[in-house]
């Protein structure tokens, strides 16, 4: 399989399990910093930075390395977006209107 030219391995089961772990504990420590820094986030941010860490911790197991260059920079940002942007369609169309 490839994205933007760059090919990307297939994690075992286990990687990605493992990666699934790494990103809840990062985004449990990230969270956890902002709260007791007096700077708390709101659901729809955490949950925001849930998704671009768990794409971070996928990312790495697919062969995505950000020191690597330009084409796995662009890679990574991209799909960032693109995540970001659909959870953002979601979240504004199931919010209730006020």
């Known amino acids: 399989m ?6 990307l391995r297939r994690p075992a ?7 699934a772990v790494r990103a809840a ?3 449990l420590a990230v969270t956890g910093v902002a709260y007791a820094s007096g700077h708390a ?4 941010d ?12 996928f990312g790495a197991r697919l062969g995505l390395r950000i020191d690597a260059g330009r084409r796995h920079a662009i ?8 995540l970001i942007g659909v959870y953002q369609g979601v979240i504004s169309a199931f919010s209730p209107i006020s």
Request: aromatic fraction near 12%.
């Open 25 to 27: 504990g990062l985004w």
């Open 2 to 7: 490839k994205l933007f030219g760059i090919v």
């Open 46 to 57: 955490a949950g925001a930075l849930l998704l671009v860490v768990a794409w971070a911790c």
């Open 75 to 82: 890679a990574y940002l991209s799909v960032a977006a693109m």
């Open 13 to 19: 089961f286990g990687e990605l399990t493992a990666a």
């Open 41 to 44: 986030l709101d659901r729809v």
